[in-house]
Nanobody, 123 residues
């Protein structure tokens, strides 16, 4: 079992930056791919960024490439999402997730979910 707790959401102006963090507990947390999904009301949930358990291989949805950076620290069981040049369309609830790499990247699902943190980008 893996528990995930997000922090770092909030309100920011367009063009600004936010950093989301996720703390994972559970002795097998470092064995999972970890990532961030987002969902805005009325829209489907989408995978934003995923990082392999090795901390090297990453995936980003096209709309955030060059603006967002995902990283992880397996010693601390944390994963972070640095979001720069934020746009109004980035407004959503962001969820930290853990699971298999293919499940998250290809099928857009995960085994474990955090409670979500709201990000609002004002234009």
């Amino acid at each position: 079992q893996v528990q995930l707790v997000e922090s770092g959401g909030g309100l920011v102006q367009a063009g600004g930056s936010l950093r989301l963090s996720c703390a994972a507990s559970g002795r097998t947390a470092s064995m999972y791919a970890m990532g961030w999904f987002r969902q805005d009301p009325g829209k489907e949930r989408e995978v934003v960024a995923v990082i392999h358990w090795n901390g090297v291989i990453t995936y980003y949805v096209n709309s955030v490439k060059g603006r967002f950076t995902i990283s992880r620290d397996n010693a601390k069981n944390t994963v972070s999402l640095q979001m720069n040049s934020l746009k109004s369309e980035d407004t959503a609830v962001y969820y930290c997730a853990a699971g298999g790499w293919r499940s998250m990247v290809v099928r857009g699902t995960a085994d474990y979910w955090g409670q979500g943190t709201q990000v609002i980008v004002s234009s």
